[in-house]
């Protein structure tokens, strides 16, 4: 997830009900497939959890978090 809120798989932008449909077809793949949210420092919390969502939606059960952090401005 970007600073803009977008979705990326693979360096392709994506929506929400696309990456749910991308997740159902790889969990019927793959039953045991992760994903790690990885988001940048200054994405919206709104998008992580919609995207966690969407991973739950889908069946997906092992999910991790990322952050890519932001340098500290004092």
Same mark, same amino acid.
């Given at each position: /997830?970007?600073?803009?809120g !977008?979705?990326?798989?693979?360096? !392709? &932008? &994506? #929506? =929400?009900?696309?990456?749910?449909q991308? =997740?159902? %077809? @790889?969990r019927?793949?793959?039953?045991? /497939?992760?994903v790690? /949210?990885?988001?940048?420092? $200054? #994405?919206? =919390? !709104? %998008? &992580?959890? #919609?995207?966690? #969502? @969407?991973? %739950? !939606? @889908?069946?997906?059960t092992? /999910?991790?978090l @990322? &952050? $890519?952090? %932001?340098? =500290?401005?004092?």
């Amino acid at each position: /997830i970007d600073r803009d809120g !977008q979705i990326e798989i693979d360096q !392709q &932008v &994506v #929506s =929400l009900e696309e990456l749910h449909q991308i =997740l159902k %077809t @790889a969990r019927a793949e793959y039953p045991k /497939i992760g994903v790690v /949210i990885r988001g940048d420092g $200054r #994405s919206d =919390l !709104q %998008t &992580v959890v #919609s995207v966690h #969502s @969407a991973c %739950t !939606q @889908a069946g997906v059960t092992d /999910i991790g978090l @990322a &952050v $890519r952090e %932001t340098s =500290l401005q004092r």
